[in-house]
């Protein structure tokens, strides 16, 4: 690769309707491509960190439609090169509406899925629309590129892989349902589709456990949390309702399969569960900051790190939050099981989404407002500021990364 290729990228403009932010976009995607063409032409990578990028939203406060919206974009980073590298692929519809779930990646790299929970309304500006499509994207000779799109059901939220990336598992928020996407080399198809809820329930969360057989769902506004049984052709089956605290929302299991964690919005916890005879129940919970927008845990299992707004989008002076920034709080998970928050990292505007490499010693962060991705090492025992912000096109609404 020659020296002069540039891999961090400092030619992003925030969107916008201008003809100098309109050049200087068509510059970001040359360079991109300069970049990261020779890696595409490669194997996937095994250390990709993917970002579902807003084009839409904004947060001032309130959320609000930005002059100009657009579709959305994905960014795919490659940490396993040196230096780093990214693709962006525009066109993506996306959404930050709804936990920071709507991207996931399979294990190997070779398939990409993104759900548009909302949409910019072409006959209302200034509003947004509910939208049913999830995009798939594949790498090939040319870079990563859209490779097909579906219509699954009424605000499509949290995706779940399976291992061999032949299914998905989407949420369908204004459905109270969860859709399953089967997909093969010429297409996708939608292969069941089964209610728990209503609309009003705001299904907003899936995740699948690491041998399959049990996924979690999130009722967001009656904080449920739904426990189904994955039969072997991929229907679901509930089998439990676990009441949690208020505002339920994003899911994650440690590896073992035995515990998982959710974010619980509304009162500020972190809510840990355990299997016991079969059955799920609260082992603890734990406060974080204002608002866990999403709980990540490395794939080591060692690590979580919970993304919160805290004062981001505090307006009300005497509010204790107030001129605080947002933060990631960190946790260190020992051998017994227990949860110790180790440190908080500072960021600016609204978090998202945020994810660990799959050699679980690098934290990328979104900043939503900041148009970037902050990057964070594990050094000694502790994480710190690597020095490395990737710009992207859009506002960063879900990370994920691929895993050994």
């Known amino acids: 690769m020659r020296k002069e290729c540039k891999t961090i990228i400092d030619t992003y403009t925030r969107a916008s309707s201008s003809a100098h932010a309109s050049r ?7 360079t991109i491509l300069l970049v990261c063409a020779p890696w595409c032409a ?28 657009r579709p959305g974009g ?36 070779g398939e990409i899925l993104v759900s548009a929970a909302m949409q910019p309304d072409p006959d209302d500006a200034g509003k947004l629309r509910t939208d049913s499509r999830v995009t798939r994207l594949r790498p090939g000779a040319n870079g990563w590129a859209r490779a097909g799109e579906i219509e699954v059901g009424a605000q499509v939220s949290g995706i779940a892989f399976s291992r061999d990336a032949k299914r998905a598992w989407v949420a369908l928020r204004a459905e109270g349902a969860v859709g399953l996407v089967g997909l093969r080399d010429d297409g996708m198809q939608v292969k069941g589709k089964w209610t728990f809820a209503t609309g009003a329930d705001s299904l907003s969360d899936i995740e699948l456990s690491p041998d399959e057989r049990t ?3 999130t009722l967001h506004t009656t904080a449920t949390l739904l426990v189904l049984r994955v039969e072997a052709d991929g229907a679901l089956v509930e089998k439990q309702r676990l009441q949690l605290p208020r505002g339920a929302y994003h899911i994650g299991f440690l590896p073992d399969g035995k515990r998982a964690l959710v974010g619980c919005t509304v009162d500020d916890v972190m809510c840990v569960l355990e299997e016991h005879d079969g059955a799920w129940r609260i082992r603890e919970t734990i406060p974080t900051g204002r608002t866990p927008e999403g709980v990540f845990i490395s794939p080591d299992g060692r690590w979580v790190a919970v993304t919160c707004f805290d004062g981001a989008n505090m307006l009300i002076k005497n509010n204790l939050w107030f001129g605080q920034p947002s933060r990631v709080y960190i946790y260190s998970v020992n051998k017994d099981g227990a949860i110790k928050r180790e440190q908080s990292l500072d960021l ?10 799959a050699d679980s010693r690098t934290l990328v962060a979104g900043q939503f407002g900041e148009g970037n991705l902050r990057v964070f090492q594990l050094k000694e025992g502790a994480w710190s500021d690597s020095g490395l912000t990737i710009e992207i096109p859009g506002q960063s609404a879900a990370l994920t990364a691929t895993r050994n």
Not at 24 to 30: D, I, M, Q
Not at 78 to 105: K, L, Q
Not at 348 to 357: D, I, P
């Open 348 to 357: 600016k505007n609204v978090l998202q989404g945020a994810a660990f490499t």
């Open 42 to 69: 490669a194997a996937p990578a095994r250390m990709l960190v993917v970002s579902a990028n807003d084009q839409a939203s904004g947060y001032a406060g309130n959320m609000f439609v930005r002059p100009g919206a």
């Open 24 to 30: 200087r976009l068509k510059h970001f995607a040359a």
């Open 215 to 217: 996924a979690f769902a």
């Open 74 to 109: 994905v960014t795919v980073v490659d940490f396993s090169a040196s230096p780093v590298r990214a693709w962006h692929v525009e066109g993506v519809p996306c959404s930050v509406i709804g936990p920071p779930s709507c991207v996931a990646v399979s294990a190997d790299g």
